[in-house]
């Protein structure tokens, strides 16, 4: 099983659609998790941290679920400009060979068309 | 702030030649940086990460002896692809972390190597 896991998609959804994304992790001493969004031949760029409590910022809304391991990105009223690959991101202890490390999903693909 | 620049932001090599790749941290020291690659399609895959002042810490499958990195300073790492193959030919991500700011990786914005 991989160590983080999303939906490659791609989902291609109609300006202003609701969309949702969802990541699973497989190491239960993760620490912080992390949305970010990588535009095609760019580097990611960090859209939002994942919060126990669930954060909000605008349009979007991430939410960790601790208890069945995945964190989920909510876009909502989504923009042409949202099309992008969304990366979910793991910070833990790696399961072995110690040490902290940023883990990475494959990406979800996200096209907004008009 | 927390800004991260990498540099060539592309190149084109021979087969055999070597290569370095630059990363630096513009307004903040990174104790630690990380290498990244990425295929076309596939996620960032972590190489190595980098300490200032000590050996890199590479992960599995990683050559150490191919991909060779110095951190010889607090905003400063370097990633030599050593004896470059087609193979190789990826995109290669840089990122560092500030303490203060916890764990989040602040990415530069990449090189795009193709090994003729």
């Known amino acids: 099983r991989k160590e983080v896991e999303q939906d490659p998609g791609p989902f291609n959804v109609p300006e202003g659609a609701t969309v949702a994304f969802n990541c699973t992790y497989s190491n239960s001493a993760s620490q912080s998790f992390f949305w970010y969004r990588q535009d095609c031949r760019k580097e990611p760029k960090l859209l939002m941290s994942?919060?126990?409590s669930g954060n909000e910022d605008g349009r979007f809304t991430a939410q960790l679920n601790r208890a069945s391991q995945y964190i989920s990105l909510l876009i909502r009223d989504s923009k042409l400009s949202d099309s992008a690959t969304y990366l979910c991101?793991?910070?833990?202890?790696?399961?072995?060979?110690?040490?902290?490390?940023?883990?990475f999903g494959t990406g979800t693909q996200l096209k907004v068309e008009l | 702030g927390a800004v991260v620049s990498q540099h060539p932001s592309w190149v084109i090599c021979k087969s055999g030649t070597s290569v370095k790749i630059e990363c630096r941290s513009l307004d903040f020291q990174a104790t630690t940086m990380f290498w990244y690659r990425q295929f076309p399609k596939q996620s960032l895959m972590l190489m190595a990460t980098?300490?200032?002042?000590?050996?890199?810490?590479?992960e599995q499958g990683v050559e150490k002896d191919k991909f060779l990195i110095n951190h010889a300073s607090l905003t400063l790492s370097t990633l030599t692809v050593t004896s470059a193959h087609p193979e190789d030919s990826s995109f290669y991500i840089c990122s560092a972390r500030e303490p203060r700011l916890g764990y989040e990786q602040f990415f530069g914005p990449g090189t795009r190597l193709t090994v003729l």
């Open positions: 980098s300490n200032e002042g000590s050996k890199a810490t590479y």
């Open positions: 994942v919060y126990s």
């Open positions: 991101a793991v910070n833990g202890y790696i399961l072995t060979g110690g040490g902290n490390k940023l883990t």
